[in-house]
């Protein structure tokens, strides 16, 4: 029988339930505990795959194949594990179940209400994961903040499982916020006691809060908050701000989240946790011994979580590589034949981000020449990759008008082009090539050594393909599809022999890199960006060629 953590949030969004979910995850799984979790998104959308980045920041998907929330890619960053279709829900995805059955007649004539039909499909969904003894510990993440019109029925759901479950297999975490007054010198517990009261208006009494905070949180404070939101002092958990999310467990640990947590689920045997690893991982993380300087060029830039599983990954590549790996932003919408050397000089790597549409894509595919004259290393990823293929086209081939249907359907050269099981699709919403497919490397390439086997699995979503019209062409000329598609043949890995380090993929590396399995591409990228550094530090000073050797 498992049991459940609920995580909700009060005060304001954006306190990092899900890295504070993440974190407890981790101190559990540390002692050995089997723990997964599951994300509950309020809003109507089914998932979020049909959302801008803007939005939403990224779209994470599973290995299944599932468009989901960011957070679950810190799930999987954390715990090392795989997440699934079934770890993130919406309320869209609740009501289109309950439509669907009524539709089918399954609630014989009855009226379908929020309470019981839609509480119980969510408190279905809740427990699902729990159901097959794979796990010991399930936590949930509740999206929104307390006190959310939309977020009502998932808290009603808690409320309901809180008196149906045994009272030892249910916590309540709440993630709230003590802001610090400057002008005050004082941190004020008074948002938190409303948020509390608020969530227990609704029938949901929290076990345990958790208060983000710039300050320290004194006894007296601690025994203060205890006080008005009816929890035990020991319960009210101080989550400072963290220099990298990736100390956050280091944090809740230091504080007992994990022990206080047990305490309430009546578990009263545990191991001392092992974080071995992950201390490893961060000492690298703090203590790098030099520094690359990679471009990102992308058309979302602005907002960092629409890239957040690339960054993420390049912490995880830069640690293993002890460097520290500082990525500069670039917006591919004002890179021009004029301004590119500028935009790009001094980068020891260059990055090509996925994306849709057109809009920057002349100045990621200026990018990519850059980065192939200059001999910089270059990696791209899906779309990123596409604009390389492009570049090749245009610039080595002569095929000046070639480009992707996506942004020309009339070029006379569609190098990319729509994959042909894509151009039935009329729907948005989960129907691109999405999540993992298998790859056979070619012996002896980049992508060989990169990886180590020939044989790989890696996650995608996109419409678009190489065109292996255009394959033997390209061969000639020296760019190879050193990956493909063991079942159709898609190319799913371009690169440049004669390059140093150039190398394109269809599929979304980023998305299975975690703390302890670095992604392999971005490990040999960083690496890759880190020689071409010192090279360039050797050749304008030969005397550190001894000390960089
Ligand atoms: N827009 C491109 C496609 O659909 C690339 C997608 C991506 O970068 N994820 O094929």
Known sequence: MAKYIFVTGGVTSSLGKGIIAAS?????????????????????????????????????????????????GHYERFLNIFTSQLNNVTTGRIYQTVINKERAGDFLGRTVQV???????????????????????????????????????????????????????????????????????????????????????????????????????SNEIK????????????????????????????LMLREKLDVICMKKLNISVYPEPNLEKWKGFLDKLKYPKSKVTIGLIGKYIELQDAYKSILESFIHAGALNEVKV????????????????????GLDGLLVAPGFGNRGIEGK?????????????????????????????????????AHSTEMDAQTPDAVISMMEEQKKIKMMGGTMRLGSYPCEIKEGSLANKIYRETSITERHRHRYEFNNDYLELFENKGMVASGTNPDTGLVEIMEIPEHPFFIGVQYHPELKSTVERPAPLFVSFVHAAKVYSEEKHIAKNPALQDALI
């Open 326 to 345: 500082q990525v500069v932003n670039i917006h591919s919408e004002f890179i021009t034949k004029e301004n590119v050397i500028d935009k790009l000089e």
């Open 223 to 250: 025994r203060k908050i205890a006080l008005f939101c009816n929890v035990k002092q020991e319960a009210v958990i101080e989550a400072m701000d963290a220099a990298t999310i990736y100390e956050v467990p280091l």
């Open 115 to 217: 309470v019981p039909h839609i509480t119980d499909e969510i408190k279905r969904r809740m427990l699902l994961l729990g159901n097959d003894g794979k796990y010991d510990i399930i936590i949930t993440e509740i999206g929104g903040t307390v006190g959310d019109i939309e977020s009502l029925p998932f808290i009603e759901a808690v409320r309901q499982l809180q008196w149906e479950l045994p009272e030892d297999d249910v916590v309540v975490v709440h993630l709230t916020l003590i802001p610090y007054l400057r002008a005050a010198k004082e941190l004020k517990t008074k948002p938190t006691q409303h948020s509390v009261k608020m969530l227990s208006e609704t029938g949901v009494h929290p076990d345990i809060i958790v208060c983000r905070t710039e300050e320290s949180l």
């Open 24 to 72: 407890l995850a981790k101190l559990l799984q540390s002692r050995g505990f089997r723990v997964t979790i599951q994300k509950f998104d309020p809003y109507i959308n089914v998932d979020p795959g049909t959302l801008n980045p803007y939005e939403h920041g990224e779209c994470y998907v599973t290995e299944d194949g599932a468009e989901t929330d960011l957070d679950l």
């Open 365 to 401: 595919i200026l990018a990519v020449q850059y980065a192939r004259e200059k001999k910089l290393p270059f990696f791209g990823i899906c779309l990123g990759m596409q604009m390389a293929v492009i570049e090749f086209a245009r610039n080595v081939l002569g095929l000046s008008k």
